[in-house]
């Protein structure tokens, strides 16, 4: 088999595990009241149960860095992704408390391996490819996204019990998923000359990270803003019906797969730098539009407007992760992903603090203010010319240095 051949199966392979993950999250978080009703979870207690799945998945992630030194990430993401399908099913056919405690706990621990593992293995294969394709990665992830929340709204629609509603998916999604593990693609100079571990980021590493995740953290309090905020902002503030107070949401996820969907052709055509700077402002933009609006169309198009910017920042901070750190990667991406949870952790809780106590347009410049931070660290991204453009593609021989084996991942 040609390096080519294989750079193609490892790159769709991984483009549909992001895919499952998009399918599988949706399909968690559109039913949450489903999940409270069947366990009779109080409102009290609801948030609780939230927090622990991404404090959880931190703390996988953290161990995942120490995972990836014994073993390939194509191992972990091989066993994380079946763990997150399982535990997924496992929500829905508990009949206790403690039940759905214990599978929203496996839920967390291995959606936080398999979030690490899938972002190491992009980068890996996007410095083997030279040239930027981890938009598109994401852009699969979205698309999953999608699809997952139209599944629960025809499960909920149907009334259709939770394990009913998953067993599908995971049925269909758990084959397919294995047999694509085949063949992911790991780096080869993942161990030094004498098959010691990747080396850590050194003295003083961590400083040179702590940008990209500090724009890491803010881009997901962007993103939980909308998921959790724009329904009860376009109806209690806008004034909406309940049945157009769904559509931002929907209107955001759209506009983040279009968005992801063209974004490595800009990455290659002006840089990433570039192309997060334009995001950025977008983003912004977008935040001000909604804190402004004065009726439900002017914030739809805000919500528009928002999809648009945030989707090219997450991808790249991965990416940039990767570049500032050629010879640890993995250990980087592992540490950067740990800033996903906080900034799912901060972002809900914020603006409905401020929201309460002073105003939910106020509360909407928040994540405006803290996305625009992105801007001061933009060099980070890269400098101008590491476009990974077509021009600066390598050739299949070089580029089969950066390919390790599929299969079993060693």
């Known amino acids: 088999m040609t390096d080519d051949v294989r750079l193609r199966r490892g790159r769709g392979a991984l483009g549909f595990s992001f895919f499952v993950q998009g399918v599988t999250f949706a ?32 703390v996988a992630s953290v161990a995942a860095e120490h995972l990836v030194k014994r073993v390939a990430p194509s191992v972990v993401l091989r066993w994380a992704q079946p763990l997150v399908l399982l535990s997924l099913l496992g929500v829905g056919a508990g009949e206790r408390l403690w039940h759905v405690a214990v599978a929203l706990g496996a839920f967390g621990l291995s959606v936080g391996a398999l979030d690490a593992s899938m972002n190491m293995l992009g980068v890996s294969l996007q410095r083997a490819y ?3 394709i ?70 003083g590493g961590f400083r040179l990270l702590l ?16 998921a ?49 700077r334009c995001g950025t402002v977008v983003a ?46 993995d250990t980087a991406v592992a540490r950067l992903n740990i800033f996903n949870y906080v900034g799912f ?18 509360a909407m410049l928040v994540p405006m203010v803290l996305v625009l931070i992105t801007l001061f660290h933009a060099r980070s991204f890269g400098p101008r010319e590491a476009r990974y453009g077509v021009a600066h593609e390598r050739r299949a021989g070089d580029r089969a240095v950066d390919v390790g084996r599929g299969g079993n991942g060693v």
Not at 151 to 173: E, M, N, R, S, T
Not at 238 to 253: D, F, H, I, K, R
């Open 211 to 226: 940008p990209l995740c500090l724009v890491l953290a803010c881009a997901y309090i962007g993103d939980s803003t909308v």
């Open 130 to 132: 030279g040239r930027s």
């Open 134 to 203: 981890m938009l598109g990665f994401h852009a699969a992830y979205s698309l999953g996204g999608i699809l997952g929340a139209s599944a629960a709204w025809y499960g909920a629609h149907a009334h259709l019990g939770l394990f009913a509603g998953y067993l599908p998916a995971v049925a269909v999604l758990l084959p397919l998923a294995l047999s694509a593990s085949r063949y992911y693609l790991d780096r080869e100079d993942r161990t030094g000359p004498a098959g010691e571990p990747e080396k850590g980021l050194g003295g």
């Open 228 to 276: 959790n905020w724009s329904a009860k902002y376009l109806q209690d503030v806008l004034g909406s019906s309940e049945q157009t107070a769904t559509v931002p949401y929907n209107v955001y996820m759209v506009t983040t797969l279009v968005g992801r969907a063209v974004g490595d052709l800009g990455v290659r055509r002006f840089g990433a730098v570039a192309v997060v």
């Open 345 to 362: 952790l901060i972002g809900s809780p914020l603006v409905g603090a401020i929201g309460d106590a002073w105003s939910y347009r106020g």
């Open 27 to 58: 399909l968690l978080v559109t039913r949450i009241p489903a999940i409270q009703d069947r366990y009779g979870i109080s409102d009290g207690l609801l948030p609780v149960f939230l927090a622990a799945v991404p404090v959880l998945a931190g």
């Open 284 to 329: 912004a933009a977008g935040f001000a539009v909604v804190a402004a609006a004065p009726g439900v169309w002017v914030g739809l198009l805000g919500f528009t407007l928002l999809g648009i910017g945030l989707c090219v920042i997450v991808p790249q901070t991965f990416a940039a992760a990767g570049r500032l750190f050629p010879g640890a990667s």
